[in-house]
């Protein structure tokens, strides 16, 4: 009964290290930090953000990356082999526009994209939703899958 009692109890008191240990290494949150997600994002506001490395990146969503050391918040508007390229300040993806609702800046910097350019397999192209005040991927290029650290899944 002893023996019983004492391996229920070990059980028990590792399912619950486990969980504190996959709950801490699968979500985190981060504070906004800047202006180049407005008016998605806002300054200050906390993010949840899914850090399970086995997770597909789509368009669209909103990520965060490590540039350079530097944590950055961006959306994904291009995947691997995907061909993009600004025409006036239109997305075009593959050679359709693509609709960018949340974009309201208009005549902003063109960077990499003032010609076609086609993303590298396995990695990502990062704007922010301001584009006056982002330094995204228009300025350093592409990311690596391994340099995407979460998806945003909520904001408090």
Do not use: C
């Not at 965060?64 to 508007?77: D, H, Y």
Request: hydrophobic share 40%; no cysteine; aromatic share 10%.
């Amino acid at each position: 009964m002893f023996k019983k009692t004492i391996k229920f109890l070990a059980t028990i008191a590792l399912s619950f290290v486990l969980g504190v240990f996959i709950s801490r290494n699968s979500y985190s949150r981060v504070e906004v930090s800047g202006h180049s997600m407005d008016y998605t994002l806002k300054d200050g506001e906390k993010l949840w953000v899914n850090n399970l490395p086995f997770k597909e990146y789509k368009l669209n969503d909103i990520v965060v990356a490590n540039e350079s050391g530097v944590r950055v918040v961006k959306r994904i508007v291009g995947l691997p082999n995907d061909r993009l390229i600004f025409v006036g300040d239109t997305l075009y993806r593959n050679g359709k526009a693509v609709e960018e609702g949340y974009v309201i800046d208009e005549g902003y910097e063109k960077g990499l994209l003032k010609a076609e350019i086609t993303v590298p397999e396995g990695e990502y192209f990062l704007l922010g939703d301001n584009r006056d005040v982002s330094n995204d991927s228009r300025y350093f290029g592409t990311v690596t899958k391994s340099q995407l650290q979460g998806k945003v899944i909520g904001v408090e």
